[in-house]
């Protein structure tokens, strides 16, 4: 079962200018991740976020997390060529010690 | 280099076949995992081991099978049972399997299996 599902599930936007991408999930959780993955290529960790924190940054990544909507964002600043990826988002149970649930993703193209 | 290491990266099977997917870790990971991704789609579980010798059916178990001997190694076979196994297969390890404090997954690059 897909827990997160991510929106919008493609964008395309200009060189330079920032991206978001939204994330619902259904129930409660531990923890929520943010996960790159280049076309053909494995999934990179980009970010955590736990169900305590509302906001976390990492260089030019911003993630926000509001578990009264259940819904997370992520927030790419500056956006660059190289950034062209789709970006998954991933929950875990709040019970604890089961696998992550991915969401389809958001698939992102910047345009140089 | 520390990684998680997926073999063949590409791989044709014809129909009526099983085929074993191979993944090794060198990260002294407790837990391994394999998901399937169709085009577009999101990542589907098929199979994880939170430790050697035991492991437990995902979501979409049907018509595959793993074992799990060795810590390192974790190798996935699709059978013929499985009815559309055409797909994108990763592979993943964490330190442990996610508890309350959740740590992130360690993906290989991947097995693409096309069924002629």
């Known amino acids: 079962s897909q827990q997160g599902e991510e929106d919008p599930q493609a964008l395309s936007i200009q060189e330079g200018e920032n991206a978001t991408m939204n994330c619902s999930y259904k129930?409660?959780?531990?923890?929520l991740q943010w996960y790159r993955q280049n076309s053909g290529r494995g999934l990179v960790h980009l970010i955590l976020?736990?169900?305590?924190?509302r906001e976390k940054h990492s260089g030019r990544l911003r993630v926000t997390l509001d578990t009264s909507k259940k819904s997370s964002s992520l927030l790419i600043t500056a956006s660059r060529a190289a950034d062209t990826a789709s970006y998954f988002c991933a929950t875990d149970g709040v019970r604890g010690n089961t696998p992550l649930v991915f969401g389809k993703g958001t698939r992102l193209s910047v345009i140089a | 280099d520390g990684g998680i290491t997926q073999s063949p990266k590409y791989l044709f099977r014809k129909e009526g076949q099983n085929v074993t997917l191979s993944c090794e870790q060198n990260l002294n990971h407790d837990a391994m995992y394999w998901y399937r991704q169709d085009p577009g789609q999101g990542l589907r579980l098929i199979y994880y081991?939170?430790?050697?010798?035991?492991?437990q059916k995902g979501d979409i178990a049907e018509g595959y099978s793993v074992s799990r001997e060795k810590k390192e190694s974790f190798p996935l076979t699709v059978t013929s049972a499985q009815k559309n196994p055409t797909a994108f297969y990763l592979c993943a390890s964490s330190p442990r399997v996610l508890i309350s404090n959740t740590g992130e997954l360690f993906f290989g690059e991947g097995s693409r299996l096309t069924v002629l």
């Open positions: 081991s939170q430790i050697v010798n035991d492991f």
């Open positions: 976020i736990r169900s305590n924190e």
């Open positions: 129930t409660s959780i531990n923890n």
